[in-house]
């Protein structure tokens, strides 16, 4: 069995699997639950400053949307930090922690952008003998509107400036958790590790509207008739989060900088995809939220075969696996040609290759007697549409010219490597030496 | 009280409750979220293979997208414009060689989309809004008469009132619907569907229909022809074929669609007398039908017996194996040699058969069945015709139609003996009959 024990930052959890701040981490009673069902760590669900806590709405906090068989597919909040006060919230971490010491226990917090705000809530946390702060600095909603959350996260110069007061008031690691809502992923995570951030975790929500009640005309969901954007999460959002982490993992700013992935993880696969793109540990929600906490039997059983598989023996040894594969568009290899391959036998004639060719794509799968569908490799541009389109898995497969041989729709044979920057259209090109 | 026990025919062998849960509905129908998970099977598959194997061509994608959407009253005008019987179709067609027979993922995986149950949904959605969809065209001032109110000559009625058309519809049965009303298991369209959706079908206006009328003894077909600008001939199969065996006439022996019609038209299920022991002469889905419901009103012992192999069986399989579901029994390749009894029949010899250069031959063994009723389910032919009419194939010849009459449904060639076919026929001698009458467009 491959070992699942983690060191984050020099936080030690026995699985790279922690819930991110959020309702699941709102309790004592939850995080016990959590650890007793297997959960690596918790970041606590954010806390603000001393005084009265604040207030969430009495309606519905959260919208959905479903697949058609009430799968979740994506959620949305609009719930803030915690609503109970912060010493029940401290008393509670402490408590625990020295429960499960060998549990990760990061604690998230957000107060005013001022230093004392940040130095008192430091002091504070500290005493709860947890292993570390994550700076939210992320949620979309509700904070932000009083110059906390994204507002900070929106703004490069508030993260380095508030991360440097966290790092000088506190021996705490320090994550700084990154909003997507913004343009360049990059610019934050570069402010982060200028304050001295031991690691970012990303993604937080996403602004979003669900979807709108058509008979009342109200955002959902609804309060009282009116709605407010929330944050998006869920399995939606994956491929956002994917590529903000793979942006971070492969910026030369910031390639060194750990990263907590984050963002619509559901099962063991899409944790391993987070870590080889560069996180050395993930944090889960909706799907805790979904199916509950039992679901951490599969993700850390996946992860560990998986592992056993491929050979690794350590966490450390898959982060950051498919970074040097990352790339810009512009080196791609032009001279890598393939062809959708159609096979007869696992065809079952449904068609929707060629609607989806012949209607939205390039004209190249023939359709003949009998239902019988063919690629023309002519006019095949190995989109790969009519792959994902297919109902029928390994029904239909792209493969790759061999070098040397011609390729009938260009008429070029195919070559080496080359890419864009030295392509004869290219006004940009540099003449190849 | 009697029992399933209780020897000969005799009624209330099972109590009311019984009774009712056997006759109930044999397919539930599919709630909101069942409906939204099944459709979402749909593929939208490209020139789909199940319109082409829907006798009506319904756009089946189309309406399972609709019902994707969320729209199953727009559903079910997608049905109904193609088959304003798709709610009876839902009910009865035989999915599984049709529409769902060539569902791609039946190919795949075994398991069609459940295109019977959604076209149920999305059109129990449809009729439920008590109102009529279709709207007519401006009057054309023509009047055609139809001959029978079953699927063919109400589907051909109704799309004629489309038109602008007046239409008569002769029947010569008490109540229109023809075999959904009179020939059809009566737990495939409970809760006297067939009539409620004749009723609505009417809703459109414009169409007339006179029960009690028989043609060749009421009125003719040269009166119809002097009196209307088209006729519409949709007559059905009006006889029954005959065992042609010794005591085919002894008491208890009956044709199956008469003992199907009487249980269609009975509401007390339980004053229905039946066999303790039931012998079905047939393999088609009258002789399904028959045994099931024999059963259903509480024989003791139910046995259909075919002449051929069971791939020779015009019932489907799914219609067989509901019928080994419901306890009757199906013996293959044996024919009936006699039926004994005294006086009434006891029971029947039967002789197994098998194929040769000349066609079935009876084999010197065989077996004996007990039975106090028999019922033969060995097919429907064609009634006495008006004179002139020629016959073809067991069908009327259309060659032999004299002008302005058409001619669909059972009683004329092309395609199975379904609902379905003869929804088709009759949508399709409408639209013939109004290019005739109103000549070729601009």
Redesign the interface.
């Known amino acids: 069995m491959a070992d699942l024990r983690t060191d984050f930052v020099g936080i030690r959890s026995p699985n790279p699997f922690w819930l991110a701040s959020a309702p699941p981490t709102d309790k004592e009673y939850n995080v016990r639950r959590a650890f007793e069902a297997g959960w690596g760590g918790v970041v606590w669900k954010t806390l603000g400053a001393e005084g009265p806590p604040v207030v969430n709405v009495n309606g519905p906090r959260y919208g959905v949307i479903h697949?058609?068989?009430?799968r979740v597919l994506g959620l949305n909040n609009i719930e803030l930090i915690t609503d109970r006060p912060l010493e029940v919230n401290l008393r509670e971490i402490k408590q625990v922690k020295r429960d499960f010491p060998d549990r990760a226990m990061v604690v998230s917090l957000m107060v005013p952008c001022d230093e004392e705000s940040w130095k008192a809530i430091l002091a504070r946390v500290e005493e709860t003998e947890c292993d570390g702060v994550e700076l939210n600095f992320g949620c979309p909603h509700g904070m932000s509107e009083r110059g906390m959350g994204s507002a900070v996260g929106q703004v490069p110069e508030y993260i380095e400036m508030v991360t440097r007061w966290v790092k000088q008031h506190s021996r705490l690691p320090c994550l700084v958790k990154l909003t997507p809502n913004i343009t360049d992923i990059r610019k934050p995570a570069e402010a982060a590790k200028r304050g001295g951030a031991d690691a970012v975790s990303l993604i937080n929500t996403i602004n979003s509207i669900t979807s709108v009640n058509l008979d009342t005309f109200s955002p959902e969901p609804s309060i009282d008739g009116k709605g407010a954007h929330g944050g998006y999460c869920g399995p939606a959002v994956k491929p956002i989060a994917l590529n903000m982490v793979a942006e971070i993992a492969r910026n030369p700013e910031t390639r060194d900088l750990p990263i907590s992935g984050i963002g619509g993880i559901t099962t063991w696969r899409d944790a391993a995809e987070f870590l080889a793109l560069g996180a050395g540990s993930v944090q889960v929600c909706t799907a805790a939220m979904t199916y509950g906490f039992g679901i951490i039997r599969e993700m850390t059983a996946g992860l560990s075969a998986w592992m056993d598989e491929k050979g690794f023996t350590s966490v450390s040894q898959v982060t950051g696996r498919a970074v040097p594969n990352v790339t810009d568009w512009q080196y791609l290899n032009l001279n890598y040609v393939t062809k959708a391959r159609i096979d007869q036998d696992l065809c079952?004639?449904?068609?929707?290759c060629?609607?989806a060719c012949e209607d939205t794509s390039h004209q190249a799968i023939a359709?003949k007697p009998g239902?019988v569908f063919e690629v023309i490799d002519a006019e095949c541009v190995a989109c790969n549409l009519c792959v994902d389109v297919c109902?029928?898995e390994n029904c239909i497969t792209m493969v790759e010219l061999p070098k040397g041989t011609v390729d009938p729709r260009t008429g070029i044979t195919v070559g080496d490597y080359a890419n864009w920057t030295t392509h004869p259209n290219n006004p940009m090109a540099r003449a190849a030496e | 009280m009697t029992s399933p026990q209780t020897p000969g025919i005799a009624a209330h062998r099972l109590d009311a409750a019984r009774l009712a849960s056997n006759f109930e509905d044999v397919q539930p129908p599919l709630d909101h979220?069942e409906a939204?998970?099944a459709?979402?099977r749909c593929?939208?598959?490209?020139?789909?293979?199940c319109i082409a194997a829907c006798p009506t061509e319904i756009d089946i994608p189309l309406f399972i997208r609709q019902i994707?959407a969320g729209r199953p009253v727009e559903a079910a005008m997608t049905i109904w414009s193609q088959n304003i019987f798709g709610g009876a179709c839902a009910r009865v067609c035989p999915t599984e060689q049709l529409c769902e027979g060539a569902c791609?993922?039946e190919?795949?995986e075994g398991k069609p989309v459940e295109i019977g149950r959604l076209q149920r949904y999305a059109t129990d959605a449809g009729m439920a809004r008590n109102s009529h969809p279709f709207a007519r065209e401006a009057p054309t001032g023509k009047h055609v008469a139809v001959v029978g109110a079953g699927p063919a000559g109400l589907a051909c009625a109704h799309r004629l009132a489309m038109r602008g058309h007046d239409v008569v519809v002769f029947e010569k049965r008490p109540k229109p619907g023809g075999l959904n009303e009179y020939g059809i298991a009566a737990y495939k369209v409970p809760g006297d569907f067939a009539q409620a959706e004749v009723d609505w079908l009417l809703g459109i206006g414009g169409i007339e229909i006179r029960c009690g009328v028989e043609l060749g003894r009421d009125v003719t077909l040269d009166q119809l022809r002097a009196e209307y600008d088209a006729v519409f001939l949709g007559i059905g199969l009006q006889d029954t074929n005959a065992l042609g065996v010794p005591g085919e006439n002894r008491a208890g022996v009956e044709d199956a669609v008469d003992f199907i019609e009487r249980l269609r038209q009975t509401p007390d299920k339980g004053a229905l007398p039946v066999g303790r022991s039931v012998v079905v002469i047939g393999g088609g889905m009258t002789a399904v039908d028959a045994a099931v419901q024999s059963r259903a009103l509480g024989a003791e012992t139910v046995t259909i017996v075919y002449r051929r192999g069971q791939e020779a069986m015009s019932a489907s399989r799914h219609e067989q194996e509901h019928a080994q579901t419901r306890g009757v029994r199906i013996m293959h390749e044996a024919a009936p040699r006699e039926i004994r009894g005294n006086g009434a029949v006891s029971e029947v010899a039967f002789a197994y058969t098998e194929a040769g250069p000349d066609g079935l031959r009876l084999r010197e063994a065989g077996f004996r069945l007990e039975a106090d009723q028999v019922l033969k389910a060995i097919g429907q032919r064609l009634g006495p015709l008006p004179e002139g009419l020629g016959v073809r194939g067991g069908k009327i010849d259309p060659a032999s139609l004299p002008a302005g009459v058409w001619v669909g449904g059972d009683c004329a060639p092309g395609g199975e003996d379904l609902t379905v076919t003869a929804t088709a026929q009759g949508r399709d001698a409408a639209e013939a009959i109004h290019r005739h009458l109103t000549g070729p467009a601009a």
């Open positions: 697949g058609p068989d009430r079952i004639k449904c068609g929707r060629y609607a359709m239902r109902p029928v | 979220h939204r998970v459709a979402d593929y939208f598959c490209y020139d789909a293979p994707q791609v993922r190919a795949a």
